[in-house]
C-alpha cells in the first residue's frame, strides 16, 4: 500500500464534535435542532440509514422524530405527513429516506418538502441555489466528499477532476462543489467513449456508480487522490465499492476505503444541515 488512507470515521467524526459544539450554542439561544425522518416500507439498507442518522442526532445533540409508514403507504399518506411536519414549527429539518416503495412519486415527495426544512438539497429551489452559488444547504455526500478531499490535506484548485456518475444525488452535484472549489471538473457516463483516457489524466476521481470495477488501476495516475462513493458487494457477498481497492491503492496517491470512507461522511454533513435549518428558521444566521 503507497496510498495514503482517507479514513472516513475519524474525519466524520470530527465533523460530528464540531456539530456537536455548534448545537449547545443554538441551544443556549433558546433554540432546540430537531430532524423529522421519515421511513417508507421494509427496505433493509434503508432501515440501517435512518438508525444511524437518528443515532448521529443523539451523539450530536439534535432532537430526533422518526415516521415509519408500512410499506403499502399510499401518496396521500406521506403528502400529508409531509404537510404536517412542513407547518409544525419545532421541526426544522425532514428527511425522507429513498428510495420509496413504487407506489409513490418521489419527485412529488421531494417538492412536497418545504425547501426551508429540506435537509437533503434535493428540492429544486435548492438544487437551484447550489448551481448559481448561493448560500443555503450543501448536499450531504458530495459536501462530504469535498470535506474528505480537503481535510486529507489535498487541494482541489486547479485539479483535473473527474467524475464517473451523473446522479442526481452525488455526480451532478458534486461537479457544482468541485467547480466551486475551482476544479476543472469533467462528468463522465455509462456512454462516455474514452473513460480510460479521461481517468489517466485525472488528478482527482470521484466513482459514483454502483459498479464493481469501475475503476482499475490501468486507469489512474500516480499519484492521484481516489474517492469511492460505490456502495457494492462482489461475487463473494462483501460489500466493496466502484473501485478495485487492492491494485489501486498501490498507483494512488489517497484512496477511501468502503465502508469507512464517504458513507460516514453524509450522515455528519446532514448533521451540520441540520443545524443550519435551525439557524435560519431562527433568524440566527
Ligand atoms: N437514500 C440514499 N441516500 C440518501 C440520502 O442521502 N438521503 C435520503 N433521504 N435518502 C437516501
Request: aromatic content about 2%; hydrophobic content about 45%.
Amino acid at each position: 500500500m503507497t496510498a495514503q488512507l482517507i479514513d472516513g470515521k475519524l474525519i466524520s467524526g470530527q465533523i460530528k464534535q464540531e456539530a456537536a459544539v455548534e448545537a449547545a450554542e443554538i441551544k443556549a439561544q433558546g433554540v432546540t435542532p430537531c430532524l423529522a425522518v421519515v421511513l417508507v416500507g421494509n427496505d433493509s439498507a434503508s432501515q440501517v440509514y435512518v438508525n444511524n442518522k437518528k443515532k448521529a442526532c443523539e451523539a450530536v445533540g439534535i432532537r430526533s422524530v422518526s415516521y415509519e409508514l408500512a410499506e403499502e403507504a399510499t401518496e396521500e399518506e406521506l403528502l400529508q405527513l409531509v404537510a404536517k411536519l412542513n407547518a409544525d414549527e419545532t421541526v426544522n429539518g425532514i428527511l425522507v429516506q429513498m428510495p420509496l416503495p413504487k407506489q409513490i412519486d418521489e419527485d412529488k415527495v421531494i417538492l412536497a418538502i418545504d425547501a426551508k426544512k429540506d435537509v437533503d438539497c434535493f428540492h429544486p429551489i435548492n438544487v437551484g441555489l447550489l448551481h448559481t452559488g448561493g448560500k443555503g444547504f450543501l448536499p450531504c455526500t458530495p459536501a462530504g466528499i469535498i470535506e474528505l478531499i480537503k481535510r486529507s490535506g489535498h487541494t482541489i484548485q486547479g485539479q483535473n477532476c473527474v467524475i464517473i456518475g451523473r446522479s442526481n444525488i452525488v455526480g451532478k452535484p458534486v461537479a457544482m462543489l468541485l467547480m466551486k472549489e475551482n476544479g476543472t471538473v469533467t462528468i463522465c457516463h455509462s456512454k462516455t467513449r474514452n473513460l480510460v483516457e479521461i481517468c489517466r489524466g485525472a488528478d482527482i476521481i470521484v466513482s459514483a456508480t454502483g459498479k464493481v470495477n469501475t475503476v482499475t488501476a490501468d486507469m489512474v495516475k500516480a499519484g492521484a487522490v481516489i474517492i469511492d462513493v460505490g456502495m457494492n458487494r462482489n461475487e463473494a457477498g462483501k460489500l466493496c465499492g466502484d473501485v478495485d481497492f487492492e491494485n489501486v491503492k498501490d498507483v494512488a496517491g489517497a484512496i477511501t476505503p468502503v465502508p469507512g470512507g464517504v458513507g460516514p461522511m453524509t450522515i455528519a454533513m446532514l448533521m451540520k444541515n441540520c443545524l443550519v435549518a435551525a439557524k435560519m428558521q431562527n433568524n440566527l444566521i
